[in-house]
């Protein structure tokens, strides 16, 4: 049976997506496909530098196509499989259809039961590709004015796909406007995911392993990884029907 | 859009959240006077309750018989201190007589062989006030202001 395709895409930066998705890709025991050519992406957080790789497996898999061979994961403990990204991806000029074509090849092929993919902020051939061939689309969402109308905007756009918004940075009282903006939004017809707290020090955090498999856990992270197990329970709900 | 049930779960641990935080503590339980003694109040039998439609009717189970505990007074509601909490810099500046009062207690505690500080001490006296003591505090307020006025204050 092919992986299941997760896409998790945001209109803006910092709105915890990549740390969603590394997440969200150790918690499904997935592949986490990093389609985001930003330096400070998954990629770095994995602990992969592309600067200093002789190759780039992302890119060469792309463009020996969905019938070509399938790029191979990098896998470590306690870390989520990766197919690294690349800066040269930036300057590229793939097809979205390609993108889709090749994630659904990819997805046949690994052993994996969920491919995550990370994708760059806003609009661009490679998100759209990996929205294009998802099961399911991710979308995290910070309850504030200018990121709820980026997400109506994602609504409309992407109506039609199977979408899984995923509050993230909620303070401990989350704005009561918001919340209610976003019932509204999500209308009975989009799934809301259980919220992500703000937890601060997840960004001054040099560790590799992700939250959710880390051994030895301390009480914050493990107050942060049974809320991203929680998101990761929703993800399965949505994504398997 | 596919037309499939949705899950809501994060709006309604959203909402919960903010009802928990918009709902106001319960107002502490009144002491009971001195002169009133407790009496154990007889259980009154409850009213049979209409049985409503499509419900199976039958008797309604009468309160317990056992008498009602009598209820202590609560202990006044005191901060919890611990060793770890971050301090606060009140910066407030006090006349000096009442600073060289401070010292005179602290050097008296110590010959007494009772080492303390300053901070210690008006941590204590904050400590001691509690909320039980409103009515009284204001009383020794309008005492101190009447004996060592400070300026424009508001009237009790």
Same mark, same amino acid.
């Given at each position: 049976?092919?992986?299941?395709?997760?896409?998790?895409?945001?209109?803006?930066?910092?709105?915890?997506?990549?740390?969603?998705?590394? &997440?969200?890709?150790?918690?499904?025991?997935?592949?986490?496909?990093?389609?985001?050519?930003?330096?400070?992406?998954?990629? #770095?957080?994995?602990? %992969?530098?592309?600067?200093?790789?002789?190759?780039?497996?992302?890119?060469?898999?792309?463009? #020996?196509?969905? @019938?070509?061979?399938?790029?191979?994961?990098?896998?470590?403990?306690?870390?989520?499989?990766?197919?690294?990204?690349?800066?040269?991806?930036?300057?590229?000029?793939?097809?979205?259809?390609?993108?889709?074509?090749?994630?659904?090849?990819?997805?046949?092929?690994?052993?994996?039961?969920?491919?995550?993919?990370?994708?760059?902020?806003?609009?661009?051939?490679?998100?759209?590709?990996?929205?294009?061939?998802? @099961?399911?689309?991710?979308?995290?969402?910070?309850?504030?004015?200018?990121?709820?109308?980026?997400?109506?905007?994602?609504?409309?756009?992407?109506?039609?796909?199977?979408?899984?918004?995923?509050?993230?940075?909620?303070?401990?009282?989350?704005?009561?406007? %918001?919340?209610?903006?976003?019932?509204?939004?999500?209308?009975?017809?989009?799934?809301?995911? $259980?919220?992500?707290?703000?937890?601060?020090?997840?960004?001054?955090?040099?560790?590799?392993?992700?939250?959710?498999?880390?051994?030895?856990?301390?009480?914050?992270?493990?107050?942060?990884?049974?809320?991203?197990?929680?998101?990761?329970?929703?993800?399965?709900?949505?994504?398997? #029907? | 859009?596919?037309?499939?049930?949705?899950?809501?779960?994060?709006?309604?641990?959203?909402?919960?959240?903010? &009802?928990?935080?918009?709902?106001?503590?319960?107002?502490?339980?009144?002491?009971?006077?001195?002169?009133? $003694?407790?009496?154990?109040?007889?259980?009154?039998?409850?009213?049979?309750?209409?049985?409503?439609?499509?419900?199976?009717?039958?008797?309604? $189970?009468?309160?317990?018989?056992?008498?009602?505990?009598?209820?202590?007074?609560?202990?006044? &509601?005191?901060?919890?201190?611990?060793?770890?909490?971050?301090?606060?810099?009140?910066?407030?500046?006090?006349?000096?007589?009442?600073?060289?009062?401070?010292?005179?207690?602290?050097?008296?505690?110590?010959?007494?062989?009772?080492?303390?500080?300053?901070?210690?001490?008006?941590?204590?006296?904050?400590?001691?006030?509690?909320? &039980?003591?409103?009515?009284?505090?204001?009383?020794?307020?309008?005492? %101190?202001?009447?004996?060592?006025?400070?300026?424009?204050?508001?009237?009790?």
């Amino acid at each position: 049976m092919p992986a299941r395709i997760v896409t998790v895409a945001a209109a803006k930066g910092g709105v915890g997506k990549t740390t969603l998705a590394y &997440e969200l890709a150790a918690a499904l025991s997935g592949v986490l496909v990093d389609l985001d050519w930003d330096a400070g992406g998954a990629t #770095r957080m994995w602990g %992969f530098d592309p600067s200093r790789a002789a190759r780039a497996p992302l890119l060469d898999a792309l463009e #020996r196509g969905p @019938d070509g061979r399938p790029p191979r994961p990098k896998r470590r403990a306690n870390q989520p499989a990766l197919v690294p990204s690349h800066p040269d991806l930036s300057a590229s000029r793939i097809d979205a259809d390609l993108v889709a074509d090749c994630l659904a090849a990819w997805a046949g092929a690994w052993e994996d039961p969920w491919v995550v993919v990370d994708t760059h902020p806003g609009a661009n051939p490679l998100t759209d590709g990996a929205i294009q061939g998802a @099961d399911l689309v991710v979308v995290p969402v910070v309850l504030g004015a200018r990121e709820m109308d980026a997400l109506e905007a994602i609504v409309a756009d992407y109506d039609g796909y199977r979408l899984l918004l995923v509050p993230t940075m909620v303070p401990p009282v989350p704005p009561k406007r %918001f919340v209610e903006r976003l019932a509204g939004l999500a209308d009975g017809r989009i799934s809301v995911a $259980p919220p992500v707290s703000e937890h601060r020090w997840i960004r001054r955090r040099l560790r590799r392993a992700a939250l959710v498999v880390q051994p030895n856990p301390g009480a914050r992270v493990r107050a942060a990884a049974a809320e991203l197990r929680a998101v990761a329970d929703s993800v399965e709900v949505a994504g398997a #029907r | 859009m596919p037309d499939e049930p949705t899950d809501n779960s994060g709006i309604d641990l959203m909402r919960r959240r903010i &009802e928990r935080a918009s709902r106001r503590p319960p107002p502490a339980p009144r002491a009971r006077r001195a002169e009133e $003694p407790a009496v154990a109040v007889a259980p009154r039998e409850e009213p049979t309750p209409v049985a409503a439609v499509g419900e199976g009717g039958g008797p309604a $189970p009468t309160r317990s018989a056992a008498p009602r505990r009598r209820r202590t007074p609560a202990a006044p &509601e005191r901060p919890r201190l611990a060793p770890d909490l971050p301090p606060v810099n009140l910066a407030i500046r006090v006349r000096k007589p009442l600073d060289d009062h401070l010292a005179d207690v602290i050097h008296s505690l110590r010959r007494d062989g009772v080492r303390t500080s300053k901070v210690e001490l008006i941590e204590m006296l904050l400590w001691e006030q509690t909320s &039980e003591d409103a009515e009284a505090l204001r009383g020794r307020l309008a005492a %101190f202001r009447a004996a060592a006025p400070r300026g424009a204050g508001a009237a009790l």
